[in-house]
C-alpha cells in the first residue's frame, strides 16, 4: 500500500522559509515522477513543482527562483525547499507521485497523494 506523508508546514512571515518535506512507504520516487502541488481555499489544486527519475525539474513561474524541489532516493523522501515566501502562497501543499515520464504540473497525472500540510505566510 503506498503512502505519502507531508510535513514541515507552518505559519511564517513573508519572506522567510518553510521546507516541506515528504515520506514515502511502499512506493519509491526513483521510478517515477513527483511533483508538488497546493490548494488554497476556494481555489483550484495547482502544480507547484515537478522532478523527473532523471532529476529534471519544472517550477510554475508563480514559484520560478524561490522554491526549490529535490529528493533523496536513499532516504525515500521528497523535498520542497521555500524561500521568500509571500503572503498569495499561502495553501495547503500536496506532494505527489506515480506521474508521467515527461514533465506535467497536471493534477491527473499523478497516481498517488498525501494528505496535505498547511502553509500560512502572514503579512
Known amino acids: 500500500q503506498v503512502q505519502l506523508v507531508e510535513s514541515g508546514g507552518g505559519s511564517v512571515q513573508a519572506g522567510g522559509s518553510l521546507r516541506l518535506s515528504c515520506a514515502a512507504s511502499?512506493?519509491?520516487?526513483?521510478?517515477?515522477?513527483a511533483a508538488w502541488f497546493r490548494q488554497a481555499p476556494g481555489k483550484e489544486r495547482e502544480g507547484v513543482a515537478d522532478i523527473g527519475t532523471d532529476g529534471s525539474r519544472t517550477y510554475a513561474e508563480f514559484v520560478k527562483g524561490r522554491f526549490t524541489i529535490s529528493q533523496d532516493n536513499a532516504k525515500n523522501t521528497l523535498y520542497l525547499q521555500m524561500n521568500n515566501l509571500k503572503p498569495e502562497d499561502t495553501a495547503t501543499y500536496y506532494c505527489?507521485?506515480?506521474?508521467?515520464?515527461?514533465?506535467?504540473?497536471?493534477?491527473?497525472?499523478?497516481?498517488?497523494w498525501g494528505q496535505g500540510t498547511q502553509v500560512t505566510v502572514s503579512s
Open positions: 505527489a507521485s506515480g506521474g508521467p515520464w515527461y514533465s506535467s504540473l497536471q493534477r491527473r497525472h499523478f497516481a498517488y
Open positions: 511502499g512506493y519509491s520516487f526513483a521510478t517515477h515522477r
